[in-house]
């Protein structure tokens, strides 16, 4: 079964730092493109970055590149989101997802909710003044 478990949120000041992780199992992990989106109250999702399972080969919304850096342990099945120098504006809830994409095609120049098929629970980011 695909599970896709969140970790890491919490509350930060501005400026600050935070590591989120994306722990999958159930499926082949060079088969498919992990995205981590955000939802912010009253906001609709949208795509922060993405990296392909295989080769890993990234993307990252203009709105935090040069912030935050997606990674990849191939061995652990597990995606990362270093996200730094943080803005009250990345308060969210912050989602892993997985999308097939045997092709890796899909992380090149963007995210696309409809893509991505599972997702985790979320881990809310809070980030202050």
């Known amino acids: 079964e695909v599970q896709l478990v969140e970790s890491g949120g919490g509350l930060v000041q501005a400026g600050g730092s935070l590591r989120l992780s994306c722990a999958t199992s159930?499926?082949?992990?060079?088969?498919?493109?992990i995205g981590w989106f955000r939802q912010a109250p009253g906001k609709e999702r949208e795509g922060v970055s993405c990296?392909?399972?295989?080769?890993?080969?990234?993307y990252t919304a203009d709105s935090v590149r040069g912030r935050f850096t997606i990674s990849r342990d191939t061995a652990k099945n597990t995606v990362y989101l270093q996200m730094n120098s943080l803005k009250p504006e990345d308060t969210a809830v912050y989602y892993c997802?997985?999308?097939?994409?045997?092709?890796?095609?899909?992380?090149?120049?963007?995210?696309?909710?409809?893509?991505?098929?599972?997702w985790g629970q979320g881990t809310q980011v809070t980030v202050s003044s």
């Open positions: 997802a997985a999308g097939f994409d045997p092709v890796q095609a899909m992380c090149a120049q963007g995210l696309a909710l409809y893509e991505y098929n599972y």
């Open positions: 990296i392909s399972g295989r080769d890993g080969s990234t």
């Open positions: 159930g499926f082949a992990f060079d088969d498919y493109v």
